[in-house]
């Protein structure tokens, strides 16, 4: 089963614009984490922000966690063509570190 | 390089023959996982890995699905009597704290 829901679906932007992308989830968490897909590819982590943080940057990414409504925001700014993939938030149940994953946001860059 | 290896890449598979894939962490980890990850999804839990020992598998590890891990390093998972709906990119991955997972660049499994 998903932990949640990603928003939205699919994105298309042009390079240097910025991309942001949200995720739901159900349960309570100990921590957020962030991955990237490039297609037929395995998945790249990216970030992970914990449930006592409530925002984290990482070079061109910016993530924040709102524990309160259970959600999730992820920012790539000036965004290029090489970040065209597919972005998935995941938790684990808190006090597992078995990941659920969302649905996933497939992010288009274009030139 | 990744950290995790996963052979093969691809494998084409009649249906009804049994396939058998592998998961290496280059490095060692007390615990590793398997996903699966159908077109258009996001990887879904199949079962995980405590040294040796299974801890938890998923229900939707079938009868047909069998996961190994003998000596606490590389892993096999086999799907015997292969379904078309077993298509699918299996994938493999290690935790690592506070940075969450390594994972391979998964087996693509074709059941025609």
């Known amino acids: 089963s998903q932990q949640g829901e990603e928003d939205p679906q699919a994105l298309s932007i042009q390079e240097g614009e910025n991309a942001t992308m949200n995720c739901s989830y159900k349960t309570s968490i100990n921590n957020l984490q962030w991955y990237r897909q490039n297609s037929g590819r395995g998945l790249v982590h990216l970030i992970l922000?914990?449930?006592?943080?409530r925002e984290k940057h990482s070079g061109r990414l910016r993530v924040t966690l709102d524990t309160s409504k259970k959600s999730s925001s992820l920012l790539i700014t000036a965004s290029r063509a090489a970040d065209t993939a597919s972005y998935f938030c995941?938790?684990?149940?808190?006090?597992?570190?078995?990941?659920?994953f969302g649905t996933g946001t497939r992010l288009q860059v274009f030139p | 390089d990744t950290g995790v290896s996963q052979d093969p890449r691809h494998k084409i598979t009649k249906r009804g023959q049994n396939v058998t894939f592998r998961c290496d962490p280059i490095?060692?980890?007390?615990?590793l996982y398997w996903y699966r990850q159908t077109l258009g999804q996001g990887p879904e839990f199949l079962t995980y890995f405590q040294n040796e020992a299974q801890l938890e598998k998923s229900r939707l590890l079938s009868d047909r699905f069998s996961a190994e891990r003998p000596k606490g390093s590389f892993s096999t998972l086999e799907i015997q009597r292969t379904e078309q709906g077993d298509s699918a990119m299996y994938l493999c991955?290690?935790?690592?704290?506070?940075?969450?997972?390594?994972f391979g660049s998964g087996t693509r499994l074709t059941v025609v």
């Open positions: 922000i914990r449930s006592n943080e």
């Open positions: 995941a938790s684990p149940p808190y006090n597992t570190d078995k990941l659920i």
């Open positions: 490095s060692e980890h007390n615990r």
């Open positions: 991955a290690t935790p690592r704290a506070d940075y969450g997972y390594t």
